[in-house]
């Protein structure tokens, strides 16, 4: 038997798990790089680091999907946002513990964390 | 737990569950395992997309790449691709047009862009076996504002009144004065029930499968509505045992309803109680019939029995009750959470919302289709349907299954709604939508459905046990060459005679295949009569096979394999066939390697 907070606390818990399924182009994309080079560099804790920020914040309007080498195989691992209606921003260089910063300053808070960026590390 | 951020949805539906996908879901998930993601990556269970010639389909979120036509050998290169690497497998993406374009997107497609899905919203979208699946795409909101609120039934009945909702089932009763009229109906001991038809028994004909396997959900929402509003307690479900899956998902479904307080005694703490049991129906076809199928709920054999008494008077156990079908149910939620006005604005002037459609036959994308009221048999046909395979013209298309009948190629603008099916002597029945191509005989069809009718009479009334068997014969006699003029006078007079005096649908509408066939392919008939020719080559007793003789080799191979030594000829030397010995079983033409054997 469940109360109607219950079944209110469930509609929004399962929301925002099938939001995903949803045909959304306002959705930010964050990419991972996961080719050879990315992996060997450490982009699987990375990305298990953006799922479980994520996840800790309950955030909705994000897809995190990987892809192959985009390239710079010595600034692995590398990550791509892509906010709608903005230039895509390329971080490099990615240790887990950067990517809580990542995710609160850009993510929510649509600021840049400039010093991860390529044109930081180049 | 981690973020989970792909999910792929699977199709479990019949269609998809025939082509093996259950295997393809241990085979993802075994797979991602491996590949160490199963934490991050979902494999979902889900309900028929409707691209059913392409089973079984895999959809891949967030990207919605559709997978169509996926095996056990494609899942490793989809994980390793896609899932991995981010790159979609373009190879087994779903593929339209004549340029051979793959579509990412499903609504993009001509498949999904003329849709509207309202009855089959939540299928391919939810797992049906996860009442949290359903709630998280708001489900159960409507039942939780009327139990909060106390909305009076009649607001609620209204509401159905307004919104024009019609019966799915094929007659096309307004939903919302059978409500009107259960909720009226006066018990002496209180007592009314609530009823689903799910035994959907047209040849051809799978939505209401469809939607219990896919959402189940949402129709048990609305019976226990339904039993708020007319003041039942009670419901039963009356599905057909020949549909496993959608059983089993129903008891399940059933089950979690019941866990979550959404189903059963004190229904929210509101006092409301609604409780829902399964019928399982052995398959017969006049079960389908509101009187016949109450019946058989009871216990005893399936008959029909003569109305008035409406059911919603005098039905089950000699209670009021609310008998709908399983894509009327399926409504009724969306329309009380979106507004009756909006339903109220998609459809034709007296049909309106959607109706759901089970296309077969000659036709490329066989499957399940949700249209707008008024959308024209063309669009049905040519542009979801994808058009008729191997380069056929359209011939004619069959709605309503046993009951309706032949809308032929000339009438292929009609706008698809209750009246207008009705004016052109076909009707909307439950949604099998079967095509035809210029292969198709159509006394061969009529008596294909006819003999479907003789086997499915219950027998109770003469009309039907008699004069279907008749009917028949009558067919019969003109597929074999034998039938005369008068005969085509006496098939239409007797069809009136059944239509006029049979006991209950089954046998009132089952002259109508006839009826339209020969209202529209007279010509067919009467080349079957005059000159004894099958125009479509179907009928076998007039059917003639000719050896071309220019091309015959005479390698004698049609000769050793005819069943009835009908066949004659030197080694050599072109070879005669025996017309009064031939039994035109085709064999000749089968093994013949040289193209020499033709129909005429």
New interface residues.
């Given amino acids: ?4 907070e219950e ?1 209110k606390a ?2 929004e ?3 925002r ?2 939001d ?2 949803e ?2 182009e306002s ?1 930010i994309r964050v ?1 991972v790089g ?2 050879t080079c990315g992996i060997a560099a450490g982009a699987r804790p990375v ?2 680091a ?3 920020e ?2 800790r914040r309950g955030l909705t309007n994000v ?6 080498c985009i390239g710079v195989c010595r600034l692995e691992p590398v990550a791509e946002v892509f906010v709608p209606g903005e230039e895509k921003v390329t971080y490099v260089r990615l240790r887990p513990e950067m990517v809580p910063a990542i995710v609160e300053q850009h993510l929510v808070n649509h600021s840049v964390v400039q010093d991860y960026t390529i044109g930081a590390a180049e | 737990m981690s973020h989970i951020r792909s999910h792929i949805m699977v199709c479990t539906g019949t269609g998809c569950t025939s082509s093996d996908s259950p295997r393809l879901i241990s085979a993802f998930e075994d797979e991602l395992k491996l590949e160490g993601m199963d934490q991050e990556v979902r494999v979902v269970k889900t309900g028929c997309f409707g691209l059913c010639a392409m089973g079984p389909i895999v959809m891949v979120f967030p990207e919605g790449a559709c997978y169509t036509r996926v095996t056990v050998d494609d899942v490793h290169e989809i994980v390793s691709e896609h899932i991995v690497k981010g790159r979609i497998v373009k190879r087994l993406l779903h593929m339209e047009g004549e340029e051979g374009q793959s579509v990412t997107s499903l609504n993009e497609t001509q498949f999904y862009k003329h849709q509207l899905r309202i009855a089959l919203r939540n299928c391919g979208v939810i797992n049906p076996e996860s009442i949290d699946e359903y709630i998280g795409v708001d489900g159960y909101t409507a039942l939780e504002r009327i139990l909060t609120e106390k909305t009076p039934p009649q607001e609620i009945i209204d509401a159905l009144k307004k919104s024009g909702l019609r019966g799915r089932g094929g007659a096309g009763f307004p939903t919302g004065n059978k409500w009107q009229f259960t909720y009226d109906a006066v018990s002496p001991d209180g007592v009314k029930y609530v009823c689903c038809n799910a035994d959907e028994g047209d040849p051809g004909a799978f939505m209401d499968r469809s939607v219990l396997e896919g959402d189940p959900f949402s129709v048990i929402e609305a019976m226990t509505i339904a039993g708020y509003a007319i003041g039942s307690s009670q419901g039963y479900i009356y599905i057909r045992a020949e549909y496993p899956i959608a059983v089993k998902r129903l008891e399940l479904a059933i089950k979690q309803a019941e866990e979550y307080g959404l189903l059963g005694d004190d229904i929210l703490g509101s006092g409301f109680s609604f409780h829902l049991e399964l019928r399982l129906g052995a398959g017969a076809f006049v079960c389908g019939e509101e009187t016949a199928l109450m019946t058989s709920i009871e216990g005893h054999r399936g008959e029909p029995r003569p109305r008035p008494p409406f059911p919603a008077v005098k039905g089950l156990f000699g209670k009021p009750t609310l008998l709908n079908n399983v894509e009327t149910y399926a409504n009724i939620t969306w329309i009380l959470n979106n507004g009756w006005e909006k339903f109220a604005a998609i459809g034709t002037e007296k049909s309106k919302g959607t109706k759901v459609f089970a296309l077969g036959g000659k036709i490329t994308n066989t499957g399940l289709v949700e249209v707008p009221m008024g959308t024209t048999l063309r669009t049905i046909i040519e542009d979801i349907g994808g058009g008729i395979p191997n380069g056929k013209k359209f011939k004619a298309a069959q709605t309503g299954g046993p009951s309706g009948g032949c809308i032929p190629a000339e009438l292929i603008d009609t706008p698809i709604d209750y009246d207008s099916l009705t004016a052109i002597g076909s009707m909307m029945g439950s949604g099998g939508l079967i095509v035809m191509d210029e292969d198709n005989c159509m006394v061969d069809i009529a008596k294909f459905f006819l003999e479907f009718c003789v086997d499915e009479s219950c027998g109770k009334c003469v009309p039907c046990r008699i004069g279907t068997k008749r009917l028949y014969d009558l067919l019969c006699k003109i597929t074999d060459g034998k039938g005369t003029l008068e005969d085509l006078d006496t098939i239409e007079e007797l069809c009136h005679h059944l239509k006029d005096s049979a006991l209950c649908a089954l046998g009132q509408s089952a002259p109508n295949p006839v009826l339209s066939t020969l209202k529209y392919f007279r010509d067919e008939y009467v080349a079957h009569v005059v000159e004894k020719r099958c125009p479509a080559g179907v009928c076998r007793n007039l059917t003639r096979y000719i050896i071309d003789p220019g091309k015959c080799k005479g390698c004698t191979l049609c000769a050793r394999n005819c069943p009835v030594n009908a066949i004659s000829g030197a080694v050599k030397a072109p070879h005669v066939i025996d017309q009064n010995k031939c039994i035109h079983c085709g064999l000749c033409q089968t093994n013949c390697r040289f193209d020499a054997i033709s129909k005429s």
Avoid: E, H, P, Y
């Fill in positions: 038997m469940k109360s109607l079944l469930i509609r818990k399962m929301k798990q099938m995903l399924r045909d959304n959705n990419v996961m080719a990305m298990t953006f799922l479980d994520i996840n897809t995190v999907s990987q892809t192959g």
